[in-house]
């Protein structure tokens, strides 16, 4: 095999992971899985696609070895077959941002209806958890929190927040935070926590972002 044939083969091979990529899809599916193992069936409600359209994309996948499966009972569960992936993921969405206008042109109407809503760096977040300024709240679903989470953090997921208003402390403030920078769900907290009176802001940032940030300070 000469030089030419060895590059053509290599090429053909990176491209495969391409071609998987190329569904819009199939990238929210990996995204979501960044964030912990699911089944076919949340990742089609999550998704709003049919049960049978998410295992074609998962399929697709599979065969670029991108995402893994286990049965358990009825169900099988599906996780990102590596954790390099999700640091890909974290770069592509970056590289995006960066090189697309379009990006932070949909960014920005994605976020205009909550821009009132106060936010807080990783590294300001850092500081005032050191000092027990604030109480961080993880509002993901709360398998997502098991896999893995910010330290310090307490799970409470979105749909159980309202009915666990009552019980957070009013003397400081709380912060909350979800799959990352697209993410609404932390958004859509603060509003709920500001409405009762309690001094809240967001963190954009998710966990990935708060792993690459630890690694690199």
């Known amino acids: 095999m000469n030089e030419r044939n060895l590059r053509d083969l290599l090429y053909q091979e990176f491209a495969r992971i391409g071609k998987s990529l190329s569904s819009p899809?199939?990238?929210?599916?990996?995204?979501?899985?960044?964030q912990g193992r699911k089944s076919v069936e949340t990742l089609a409600k999550n998704t709003e696609m049919?049960?049978?359209?998410?295992?074609?994309?998962?399929?697709?996948?599979?065969?670029?070895?991108?995402?893994?499966?286990?049965?358990?009972?009825n169900?099988?569960?599906?996780?990102?077959a590596d954790d390099v992936i999700a640091?890909?993921?974290?770069?592509l969405h970056?590289?995006?941002?960066?090189?697309?206008?379009?990006v932070q042109q949909i960014k920005e109407a994605f976020f205009n209806e909550h821009l009132g809503i106060e936010g807080v760096t990783l590294a300001q977040l850092v500081t005032r958890m050191e000092?027990?300024?604030?109480?961080?709240?993880?509002?993901?679903?709360?398998?997502?929190?098991?896999?893995?989470?910010?330290?310090?953090a307490v799970s409470i997921p979105i749909e159980e927040l309202e009915?666990?208003?009552?019980?957070?402390?009013?003397?400081?403030?709380?912060v909350a935070y979800c799959r990352g920078p697209y993410c609404l769900l932390s958004a859509q907290a603060v509003k709920m926590l500001k409405?009762?009176?309690?001094?809240?802001?967001?963190?954009?940032?998710?966990?990935?972002?708060?792993?690459?940030?630890?690694?690199?300070?």
């Open 131 to 152: 000092k027990g300024e604030v109480l961080l709240i993880d509002v993901r679903p709360k398998e997502e929190f098991e896999k893995a989470h910010i330290p310090g």
């Open 87 to 91: 640091d890909f993921l974290s770069t």
């Open 94 to 102: 970056a590289l995006s941002e960066k090189q697309l206008i379009q």
């Open 75 to 80: 169900f099988v569960i599906y996780e990102l």
């Open 25 to 34: 899809k199939r990238l929210e599916i990996l995204d979501i899985l960044s």
């Open 195 to 217: 409405a009762k009176g309690i001094n809240a802001f967001r963190l954009k940032e998710g966990v990935l972002e708060w792993k690459n940030f630890t690694e690199n300070k």
């Open 163 to 174: 009915e666990q208003l009552s019980s957070l402390p009013t003397d400081f403030d709380i």
């Open 50 to 73: 049919s049960v049978a359209n998410v295992s074609q994309h998962l399929q697709t996948l599979l065969n670029a070895r991108l995402v893994k499966f286990t049965k358990e009972g």
